[in-house]
Every structure is written in C-alpha cells, then in structure tokens.
C-alpha cells in the first residue's frame, strides 16, 4: 500500500480553514433545528397523556376579529355562557366615544355573540341574585385626569340653597366667581334642592339644600388654585338669590382627578342576554364590590363616589324583590375598593384583607369578620405580610363547611414594587379566629387568579410579581407563566402546566361547568420594553385540569331543576358505585380577581334506587340562594361535567 504524502503545512491550513467554513455554514443551517428541537420537545413534553394527568393543559380559543374585547369583567351564567364585560375597557377613546361592550361566549358551541351595552359598567361591582340573574352595578361616570394634562385649575363645589323655595337649576357652563374675581365653570348641569324646615325637638330649622359640581377654572395656570375651604357666588343671581344661593369648595388644584364612578344598576338576565336597569343606586360606586346576603339582598361596599372622593363608609342595600337600592346608614363602615368580603355560614361577612387599587392606606385594611346585625367588627389577626394585601386575591376553601378562607399574594399600596409571595389561610369557625401561614408561592404575585375546581382543589394562575406585569428586580416585565393548584387536603401546591399568556391587572379565570377553566384579559402599564404603554391582552385560554385526563367521567342521567336548601334530592347515575363526593359549585363572578361569588358546598350522600340522593345543608350563609353547578367526583376524584340546579 503506497504512504498517503504527508500534507504541506499551507495544505492543511487550507482544509483547516474549509473545515471551518463548512462547519460554521452547517451549524448556522442547522441552528433553527436545534431551536426548533428544544420547542418541539416542550411541545412533546406537555402533549404527553402522563404530562397532562399530572398537570392538566392549556389551548389558546379563537376568538374572531369582532368579539375581542378588553375583559374587564367575566361571569358564568347559568346557561354555561361566559358574560365577558369591558365596557369602555380602560380605553379613554372608547369612552369619549360612548363605545361599550359586553360579549357572551358559548362553550359548548364554541361561538361569540355581542350585547348591547347601554352604559359605561367598566369597573361596576357584580353577583349574582336568588333568580340567576347578575346585577351589575356602578361603573364609570368620567375618566381620570393625570396631573401633567391638567391645565385649568378645578376642584368639587358644593352649592347651597338656603331659600324655602324648591329646587334650583343650573346649566353645565354656570360661573361661580371668588372673593377675588376668579371664574370658575360647571361642569354638568345641576339641580339644587330647595331648603328644609325640621322640627328638632320645639326648633325649627332650616337645612339648606345642596348638590356637588366639578368647576373648572376659566383662566389656565396656577392663578385659579385655591387650597383652603372658601366661599362662591353664582354670576348672575343677585338681591336675595344672591344671598341664598352659593358656592363652597375645599380646595381647587391642579392635581390628579381620579375616576368617577356612577349610579347605574342593571340586573343582567340569562335568558334574555339583556341588561335591565333597575332603580339607581343611591351613590355613585366605582370599585364596589357587590356581596350576597343570606336573604338574597346584596350589599354594595366601597367604590369612589362620582368625583373620584373614596366613599367614606357609605354602604347600601338592593332590595331584590323591589330592584330597588336604599341606603344603609346602619352599616357605616369603611374599606378598601373592590374588597373581598366571603359571606361565612352565620351571615358575617369576611373581610380577608384583599382589595384592589384604592383607599386610604391605613384606615379599613384589617382583616375581620362583619356582623351585618349590630355593624361590630371582629379582627382576625395573624396575618403575615399584612400590609401586602392590595391586588392579592382570596377564596372560601372548598367545601364550604369548612369556613376556611386563604388568602394569595398581594402588593404594598399603590404603585408599589414591593410584592408577596405569601398564603394564609383563616380558619374560621372557632370564637376567636387568626390566620395561620400557609405554603408560598413558588413567586411573589399579585393578581393571582383563584378558581375552585370540583375535586376539592384550588387552581392559582396568572398574576405578576410588579405592579400592572411592570418592572420586579431587574425584569423589565413581570408577568407569571407558572401556575399550580393548592390541595387543602395536603396543604400543599402542585405543578400545573404552564400558560401561555402573562394575565395582570383586569384579568380573569372562572370554572366552567364543562369542568375547564378559561382566563382572559390582562392590563400591563408598559410594552416589553418597559418604555411604551402596554396593550390590553385580548387573548383568550383555556385550562383542562389533570382530572379531565384520567378517565371516564362520572355522568349524570337526570337531575331536578330546582332545590329546596336542608332537603334530600334524588340524580341518576350509572356510576353511583363508584362516586365519593358530591359538590354544589356556585358560579363565579370576578373582577380584578375580586370574586366573592364562587363557593363549593359538599353535599351528603346515600346511596338510592338508580342513583344516590343528595343533601342540601340548610344554612343560608353556607348555601345562599341561587343557582350553582352540581358535581358528581369519583374515587379518582375526576368530576362528572357540571348540571345547573336552583338552590331555593
Ligand atoms: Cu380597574
């Protein structure tokens, strides 16, 4: 065999050197493969049945051009569509525009349909009444003024009417005038209440009428600040008019003029997907939260007024068979807006600490248990992180029987980057209740949506670590794609497949009765960047549990319609030998992850001819009336799809 030559050195410098360019071309071609690979093995790796019985699995929805929307608010009705509420969807050019939006999404079918939206309900409270029907109340009246766009000075001016004489109009443009000459416009047109006599004791005294205006001062600039409380006349009045009618403020500045809530309520009705506007409430409400009464009257609690003024404790009650709203003087009490108030088995209201965005920050944020019969308050202390409580979310643990709420996460106060990753779970049903620690969050989040499964479990997902999705440590955005599921049982987390989509501020996931969840919405305040406003996430997801993975569902042959609370009812089954528990889940209603609707309520089981007969508890305040979704959970605890029942 003839030596193979030996190579010259610039030979092999030369192969050397095509070796490398042909190594360098392949690895550059092949560099999409092996970033491909990584992402096709994720894919494999969540796609695989044993991937999906232990952590359950996602899937992004189509959702056509038309019916993306700024979900702002979701519902679950009890025809198994998702009420999906935007309103003007935090979107000032919508609500210049008097655009507002409401869509109905059908699972079942799969479809879109879209609902006239009489009025602005961006940031309304919600629950759900003993008729199925969601009243929805509050909202809108104006959008926020930063302080930077503020050129005019203007402030609320109260304007008396000390004259006998009835009421008083003013057109929107009225100029109220200063000691000094300033000139100050009206904003609206208003009517002004006539003065009147009241006997007090043998005295009689006149009460002046009076009404509040937002007034903007004619002159741009500083000239026409006032910062002390001062007095107005109204140009044009004059002689005893004058005397009678006139201004008062505390103060007029060229700061930030918050969101104005309103006074529209509606009773939104399954079956017509309409809205139907009942009696207004008695103040203007937004950020209230809406709670269910054992008597299936609703309190509405917190909000700012229609000037942006947090309400100083002023609450109200709708009377349901009226569909009307009073005034409840009696149940003075101040918090937070959108707090989250669990109504507990003795029909107090449990205020876990969790609340969103407003507020004083001090007054109002203890955690306690609400005695709507006398308005005393019980703290319930021990509550870890406490000051962290605004943007956290909290639940009723299921089943209900065992009055234990937990709370999730949160954030400091305002725009704070300061966030938790802290649970605590509130037991209850003793005399002198505390939170204990529960397990962290694998991160620290606000925004964390909370959503009741019918196996007993709690499902955590969405939620970011900064305020709006915005800056933590040194991410640029904050938004988190893990998500797990609290098991009381255990009182641990487990892993669940992660999401797709970062979901914030003005996100949602609710349970459907199919057994999924569906998440929607998310408001960052910045792009990726960091630098550019952010866009409403229209996406929409949904999650299958790892128990829709694990075999053959329990089904339900034929059920009643209609319950009475502390009675036995009778559903077929085939798989009677084989359920374990029985659940009646009522249907959330939620906004910025304030949902004080949902709750899961064990009912007992015995075995019955062709099926098992179910116990209704007879408690109010563990069962209030309404209409809920009834799970049949077997051994394995997979859930059967969920059946509509009323509870009477
Ligand atoms: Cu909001």
């Not at 193979?4 to 690895?27: F, H, K, N, Q, Y």
């Not at 894919?43 to 952590?55: A, M, V």
């Not at 989250?340 to 088995?345: D, G, I, R, Y």
Request: aromatic share 8%.
């Amino acid at each position: 065999m003839k030596p193979r030559p030996r190579p010259s050195t610039a030979r092999r410098l030369l192969s050397a050197g095509i070796a490398l360019v042909v190594l360098s071309v392949l690895v550059f071609v092949n560099r999409p493969m092996v970033a491909f690979g990584a992402d096709a093995y994720h894919d494999f790796t969540i796609n695989r049945q044993s991937y999906k019985e232990r952590h359950g699995h996602w899937s992004r929805l189509e959702v056509p051009q038309d019916f993306r929307v700024n979900a702002i608010h979701a519902a679950l009705l009890n025809t198994g569509k998702v009420l999906i509420i935007a309103g003007s969807g935090n979107n000032r050019d919508n609500f210049e525009a008097g655009t507002f939006r409401t869509v109905l999404y059908d699972p079942a079918k799969d479809s879109f349909s879209e609902v006239p939206t009489p009025t602005d309900v961006f940031c309304a409270g919600h629950t759900f009444l003993p008729n199925g029907n969601l009243l929805v109340a509050g909202g809108t009246k104006s959008y926020e003024v930063l302080e930077k766009d503020i050129t005019h000075a203007a402030g609320v001016m109260k304007i008396k009417n000390e004259a006998p004489t009835g009421p008083r109009t003013f057109l929107k443009g009225t100029t109220l005038l200063g000691r000094d000459g300033t000139a100050y416009r009206t904003r609206a047109d208003l009517t002004v209440p006539g003065a009147k006599a009241m006997k007090h004791g043998d005295k009689v005294m006149t009460h002046a009428g009076e009404a509040e205006v937002w007034v903007d001062a004619v002159q741009a600039g500083d000239g026409s600040i006032v910062d002390h409380p001062a007095q107005y006349t109204v140009a044009g009045l004059t002689g005893k008019d004058k005397q009678n009618i006139y201004g008062l403020s505390d103060k007029i500045t060229r700061e930030k003029q918050e969101y104005g809530g309103d006074k529209t309520s509606y009773e939104f009705d399954p079956r017509t997907e309409r809205y139907v506007r009942t009696g207004d409430m008695v103040k203007s409400r937004w950020y209230p939260t809406l709670a269910e009464l054992p008597d299936g009257d609703v309190l509405a609690v917190s909000g700012l007024d229609e000037f942006g003024r947090m309400l100083p404790g002023d609450n109200e009650r709708y009377i349901k068979d009226q569909r009307r709203w009073v005034d409840a003087p009696e149940l003075k009490r101040v918090f937070p807006t959108y707090p989250s108030l669990h109504l507990m088995a003795d029909g107090r209201l449990f205020f876990s600490g969790s609340n969103s965005g407003y507020g004083s920050d001090t007054e109002g944020r203890t955690p306690g248990l609400w005695n709507l019969k006398n308005n005393a308050f019980q703290v319930v202390p021990g509550l870890k992180d406490a000051r962290m409580t605004e943007t956290s979310s909290s639940v009723l643990l299921p089943p209900a029987q065992d009055q234990r709420v937990m709370i999730f996460g949160g954030g400091e106060v305002g725009e704070s980057a300061v966030s938790t990753k802290r649970t605590a779970i509130a037991d209850l049903d003793g005399t002198n209740p505390e939170y204990a620690p529960g397990p962290d969050l694998p991160k620290p989040a606000r925004y964390l949506s909370t959503v009741l499964l019918p196996d007993d479990t709690v499902l955590t997902t969405g939620g970011s670590s900064g305020y709006r999705g915005g800056r933590y440590g040194d991410q640029t955005r904050s938004d988190l794609y893990n998500a797990q599921i609290y098991r009381p049982a255990t009182g641990k987390f487990e892993t669940a497949a992660d999401s797709t989509v970062g979901r914030n501020y003005h996100s949602e996931a609710i349970l459907l009765n199919d057994g999924r969840v569906i998440t929607m919405g998310s408001d960052p305040l910045y792009d990726e960047t960091g630098r550019n406003p952010g866009t409403f996430e229209q996406r929409i997801e949904v999650y299958s549990p790892p128990y829709l993975f694990r075999g053959k569902r329990p089904t339900i042959g034929r059920n009643p319609v209609t319950v009475q609370r502390g009675t036995t009812f009778g559903v077929a089954t085939p798989d009677a030998a084989r359920i374990r528990a029985a659940r009646l889940i009522r249907p959330s209603a939620v906004t910025h992850v304030t949902d004080v609707d949902q709750r899961s309520v064990a009912l007992d089981i015995t075995p019955a001819t062709g099926g098992l007969a179910l116990s209704v508890p007879k408690t109010k305040g563990l069962v209030p009336s309404g209409w809920y979704m009834l799970f049949l959970i077997d051994a394995e605890g997979v859930p059967s799809a969920g059946r509509w029942i009323q509870v009477r």
